[in-house]
T-cell receptor, first 114, second 115 residues
Framework: AQKVTQAQTEISVVEKEDVTLDCVYE???????LFWYKQPPSGELVFLIR??????QNEISGRYSWNFQKSTSSFNFTITASQVVDSAVYFC???????????FGTGTSLTVIP | EAQVTQNPRYLITVTGKKLTVTCSQN?????MSWYRQDPGLGLRQIYY???????DKGDVPEGYKVSRKEKRNFPLILESPSPNQTSLYFC??????????????FGQGTRLTVV
């Protein structure tokens, strides 16, 4: 069975602080895909990143970076120098190679205080 | 513009009154699915469709129906809505049902309240 755990329900940081959102997943598949989505207060889901299980390279995109570690089944997301606009709910998700069903974590609500 | 369109965005209805939430995509995607989002539970899949006339249950299908008569449309039907179906619903589509093309495009969401 597939499962994604986001243990941090809510996080508050002061603007310009760095913050890491944790994601731990479970799967027996050898091929799978990991995602992060952002859900701002307006409610839509915004795609941030996709990672396949064979690519453990860390990725950086501006102030965002992702650390994928297969050994610990984790796919953590770091925001550097946080801004108020980063305030949102962030979801980590896993999808299988076949079937394309997404398994979402319960989300982490991030509040950046000015 | 590539998009997934859901209608309506907001809906308040009464218990037992049949309703349909429409979902349409303009990307010629084969795969479409419906999710519901509830506090503390994240998003859970209701139904999915690998292609026209091919649908299957997700994790929480009870109380819902779907159909896929055309590639672009994937309506969600609640035959007899109940208050426990009050939720935020998302439709999603992706190019195929295999992992290499799993970037999913989500609609803007439909907030449904059943009283």
């Amino acid at each position: 069975a597939q499962k994604v755990t986001q243990a941090q329900t809510e996080i508050s940081v002061v603007e310009k602080e760095d913050v890491t959102l944790d994601c731990v997943y479970e799967t027996r598949d050898t091929t799978y895909y990991l995602f992060w989505y952002k859900q701002p207060p307006s409610g839509e889901l915004v795609f941030l990143i996709r990672r396949n299980s064979f690519d453990e390279q860390n990725e950086i995109s501006g102030r965002y970076s992702w650390n994928f570690q297969k050994s610990t089944s984790s796919f953590n997301f770091t925001i550097t120098a946080s801004q108020v606009v980063d305030s949102a709910v962030y979801f980590c998700a896993l999808s299988r190679f076949l079937g394309n069903q997404f398994y979402f974590g319960t989300g982490t609500s991030l509040t950046v205080i000015p | 513009e590539a998009q997934v369109t859901q209608n309506p965005r907001y809906l308040i209805t009464v218990t037992g009154k049949k309703l349909t939430v429409t979902c349409s995509q303009n990307m010629n995607h084969e795969y479409m699915s419906w999710y519901r989002q509830d506090p503390g539970l994240g998003l859970r899949q209701i139904y999915y469709s690998m292609n026209v006339e091919v649908t299957d249950k997700g994790d929480v299908p009870e109380g819902y129906k779907v159909s896929r008569k055309e590639k672009r449309n994937f309506p969600l039907i609640l035959e007899s809505p109940s208050p426990n179906q009050t939720s935020l619903y998302f439709c999603a589509s992706s190019l195929t049902g295999t992992g290499e093309n799993t970037e999913a495009f989500f609609g803007q969401g439909t907030r449904l309240t059943v009283v």
